[in-house]
């Protein structure tokens, strides 16, 4: 039978063509029974039906009409009006609609960033001409009163006349005696003044950074209700953002409590993975969102090594919380952990409390080895209450935090750490810097 021959289209017409009809009642056959995997004789009649408590029926002209979207009520589940009933919304959902939208946005949001990109750049252009210009300035008038032109065109001009030519020069000369200090001031006025305009296009490129950085940040599972295609279980979410009104710089005379807070944009909240247990250090492979949380517990040198273990083998994390309050953490074991850190380099949120243990200079200088690697770090957040840092480690890690180019938002706790007045004034000045 050549079966691009057979009409589908109707299939009550089909089937009477093409099948036989019901061996038992000689009757036209309509469904499929789909629950009794010995039954010789699947398809069947009305009247089989109704003389068999069927579980799973499947009436054939309902079969040929189907799509991709069509749910059936008996096959291949059997009466779970749950289930049926989620899949019947998820087939009604326009995901066709939904990518148009995206693609829509992106087109939207390409074409404004251009417009913006445009305008920016004829702005800054405009700005740059006008310092251009007053680059030029000294030099204009120099010769402006060094009366190059006129000197060529007497010695152009008057070479046959030798006594004219010459009392020509003697009253440039003259004139320029004459003019002398004032035209000498004039052009030192000038020069400082051209001194003082500068173009850097540094800070063009800084804006790029941060916008590649605001961009970089915001991960696609963050887009999703649900993060099933995460490559990890994500079940915190941990970041709190600060607006502009509140950000600050508090330096209380006699100690450091509240250094800075500051934020130039909301963060993407990013979810992470929690690990609070040391068997859950050993599972730890290649996350990218990591909470270590062992505050409140007496570290010992396996739980320390393992902490920095886990770091070490998570090859690409972006964001990481280091929960070590009151954990009798020193300098010698933190530098285990703090050694790990220095490899992720793309490090975007970092977040690390160590309030009330025995971080001395040395970890102030292996805390400030670590950061300074992080040149696209939008978020950081130190807490290391009642330690000894003192003002040499204060100024260690401001002097890392200094170089920062694309930071978001910044946030350190430093009370009761031997810091002096000059520490803090210190550290002030060099947090100040960050801030555009």
Same mark, same amino acid.
């Given at each position: 039978?050549?079966?691009?021959?057979?009409?589908?289209?109707?299939?009550? $017409?089909?089937?009477?063509?093409?099948?036989?009809?019901?061996?038992?009642?000689?009757?036209?056959? +309509?469904?499929?029974?789909?629950?009794?995997?010995?039954?010789?004789?699947?398809?069947?009649?009305?009247?089989?039906?109704?003389?068999?408590?069927?579980?799973?029926?499947?009436?054939?002209?309902?079969?040929?009409?189907?799509?991709?979207?069509?749910?059936?009520?008996?096959?291949?589940?059997?009466?779970?009006?749950?289930?049926?009933?989620?899949?019947?919304?998820?087939? $009604?959902?326009?995901?066709?609609?939904?990518?148009?939208?995206?693609?829509?946005?992106?087109?939207?949001?390409?074409?404004?960033?251009?417009?913006?990109?445009?305008?920016?750049?004829?702005?800054?252009? $405009?700005?740059?001409?006008?310092?251009?210009?007053?680059?030029?300035?000294?030099?204009?008038y120099y010769n402006q009163i060094s009366q190059k032109e006129r000197l060529i065109e007497i010695l152009k001009t008057q070479?046959?006349?030798?006594?004219?030519?010459?009392? +020509?020069?003697?009253?440039?000369?003259?004139?320029?005696?004459?003019?002398?200090?004032?035209n000498k001031q004039k052009i030192v006025d000038l020069i400082n003044r051209s001194a003082k305009n500068n173009f850097y296009?540094?800070?063009?490129?800084?804006?790029?950074?941060?916008?590649?950085?605001?961009?970089?940040?915001?991960?696609?599972?963050?887009?999703?209700?649900?993060?099933?295609?995460?490559?990890?279980?994500?079940?915190?979410?941990?970041?709190?953002?600060?607006? /502009?009104?509140?950000?600050?710089?508090?330096?209380?005379?006699?100690?450091? =409590?509240?250094? =800075?807070?500051?934020?130039?944009?909301?963060?993407?909240?990013?979810?992470?993975?929690?690990?609070?247990?040391?068997?859950?250090?050993?599972?730890?492979?290649?996350?990218?969102?990591?909470?270590?949380?062992?505050?409140?517990?007496?570290?010992?040198?396996?739980?320390?090594?393992?902490?920095?273990?886990?770091?070490?083998?998570? /090859?690409?994390?972006?964001?990481?919380?280091?929960?070590?309050?009151?954990?009798?953490?020193?300098?010698?074991?933190?530098?285990?952990?703090?050694?790990?850190?220095?490899? =992720?380099?793309? +490090?975007?949120?970092?977040?690390?409390?160590?309030? $009330?243990?025995?971080?001395?200079?040395?970890?102030?200088?292996?805390?400030?080895?670590?950061?300074?690697?992080?040149?696209?770090?939008?978020?950081?957040?130190?807490?290391?209450?009642?330690?000894?840092?003192?003002?040499?480690?204060?100024?260690?890690?401001?002097?890392?935090?200094?170089?920062?180019?694309?930071?978001?938002?910044?946030y350190l706790q430093l009370q009761n750490n031997k810091i002096s007045v000059e520490g803090t004034d210190s550290l002030a000045?060099?947090?100040?810097?960050?801030?555009?």
């Open positions: 039978m050549d079966q691009l021959t057979i009409d589908y289209q109707d299939v009550e $017409k089909f089937l009477a063509n093409y099948y036989w009809k019901c061996p038992v009642h000689k009757r036209s056959i +309509m469904c499929q029974r789909l629950d009794d995997k010995d039954d010789l004789w699947v398809i069947k009649c009305q009247k089989c039906l109704e003389q068999k408590n069927v579980k799973s029926i499947l009436d054939i002209v309902d079969l040929f009409q189907s799509d991709n979207n069509t749910i059936f009520n008996q096959w291949p589940i059997y009466y779970d009006n749950q289930i049926i009933q989620r899949l019947q919304e998820i087939g $009604k959902q326009q995901f066709d609609q939904k990518f148009n939208e995206v693609n829509h946005f992106f087109d939207e949001l390409q074409s404004q960033i251009d417009q913006a990109i445009q305008a920016k750049r004829k702005e800054v252009i $405009k700005y740059l001409a006008q310092i251009y210009e007053i680059k030029l300035e000294p030099i204009n070479y046959g006349d030798q006594a004219k030519q010459n009392q +020509m020069i003697l009253n440039i000369i003259k004139e320029n005696e004459l003019n002398y200090e004032q296009l540094t800070k063009i490129k800084n804006m790029m950074d941060e916008v590649l950085s605001v961009i970089n940040i915001l991960e696609i599972c963050d887009y999703l209700q649900s993060n099933q295609l995460a490559n990890q279980p994500n079940d915190i979410q941990q970041i709190s953002n600060e607006s /502009n009104k509140n950000r600050n710089i508090g330096c209380p005379k006699q100690n450091v =409590h509240l250094i =800075h807070i500051f934020n130039k944009a909301n963060i993407n909240q990013l979810e992470e993975t929690l690990i609070a247990k040391f068997e859950d250090l050993q599972k730890c492979q290649n996350f990218k969102k990591i909470r270590i949380d062992f505050k409140n517990s007496n570290l010992n040198e396996q739980v320390t090594q393992g902490i920095a273990d886990c770091i070490d083998n998570c /090859n690409k994390i972006i964001k990481l919380t280091l929960e070590l309050s009151k954990t009798n953490m020193d300098d010698e074991r933190f530098t285990k952990i703090a050694s790990r850190l220095i490899k =992720h380099q793309y +490090m975007q949120n970092l977040s690390i409390n160590l309030d $009330k243990n025995s971080i001395g200079l040395q970890g102030a200088k292996q805390i400030a080895n670590a950061i300074e690697q992080y040149q696209h770090i939008a978020q950081l957040t130190l807490s290391l209450n009642h330690n000894q840092i003192g003002d040499k480690g204060v100024i260690i890690i401001s002097s890392s935090i200094k170089q920062y180019k694309s930071i978001i938002g910044l000045k060099k947090i100040t810097s960050v801030i555009v």
